[in-house]
């Protein structure tokens, strides 16, 4: 069967060097091999993520670790900061582990803003808040850096931040933002197969950890850490992502981090200016494009082209390219087209004349 390449945002598409390192033969994981190979990337994905912290492993997806976050820090109330389907359901999945948790909703394609965060947070009630940095249903980035802000004044509340489809995309300093726990898949913008999940805690949410009764195992946060100290996960850990992972890891490195955000950037700017060139308009609220995903509008805003997503998608993986035709209750009055990962201006460049060719065909 020819493959189809992924341009989703989600699970991207992955290279063959790094399917060559994930298939490596196994090894023990609590033997030197792996314990050298863990201790080997730790520092790269300290600086990756400007932290002294150690990044913990968690070959789950994301969702163990956002689970996670709330089992290990929530005690009183967690604020859910909802602008789209990933951060909408952080409230759901808070009430499931039995916390009382409150939504601050905006209306999708809107940006969480420092000051609705700051008015919610005046209430004294509440000891946590999720935030998703780059909403991936709506193309969203949230001004992460004026929100973390309001650390300084409410220090005693947990800055939970999923960063799932921009982490590697751009640069977030986990230390110098205050943050207290960040975390992402890599499928997304690191490009690897789905299935691992990487995260960073701040000593203040490790001392709140300590403190949760019913953290349970397999999540808990201070397990990561004693075990992080060791090179080691608490449990055995596909072992295959971490090979995966140091290679791609190596690809950042011979790239240098800088020039991987700002290609990320410019690929994102070229997307949004091929929609326009196609009389499209954008879905996300001017000024807060994701920079890894381009979420198109069509008939979602007001104004601008709208066509047949679904024909359109068929057309495109006609040519081989699988585009996404919207998320939840936007599916077809939007589409998303992903430039995370390892693309490039010429294999963004092949999306684009796929795009054009499928509209001409759509007429
Ligand atoms: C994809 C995604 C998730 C969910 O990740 P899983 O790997 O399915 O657990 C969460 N948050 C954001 C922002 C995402 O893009």
Sequence with gaps: MAHVKLHIPGPVEVSEKTFRAFCQPMIGHRGQGFKDLYAKIQPQLQGLLSTRQLVYLSTSSAWGVMEGAIRNLVSKKVLNCMCGAFSDKWLDVSKRCGKEAEALQVPWGSPIRAEEVDKKLATGQFDALTLIHNETSTGVMSPLAEIAALKQKYPDVMFIVDAVSSMSGTKIDFDALGLDVLLAGTQKAFAMPPGLAVFVCSPAALAKAATMKDRGYYFDFVEFQ???????????????????????????????????????????????????????????????????????????????????????QKLVKDQGILIDGGYGKIKGTTFRLSNMGDETEATMKQLYAALDKGLGQLG
Excluded at 227 to 238: G, K, V
Excluded at 280 to 297: D, H, I, M, R
Aim: hydrophobic share 40%; glycine share 10%; net charge positive.
């Design 226 to 312: 004693k075990n992080a100290e060791q090179s080691m996960t608490p449990s055995t850990p596909s072992i295959g992502h971490v090979y995966a992972l140091a290679s791609k890891l190596e690809d950042f490195a011979a790239e240098g981090l800088e020039n991987r955000f700002a290609r990320h950037a410019r690929l994102a700017q070229m997307t949004r200016d091929w929609a326009a060139g196609q009389g499209f308009n954008l879905f996300p609220e001017k000024g807060y494009e994701s920079v890894t995903l381009t979420c198109v509008s069509n008939g979602a805003r007001p104004g601008g082209r709208v066509v047949d997503v679904a024909k359109l």
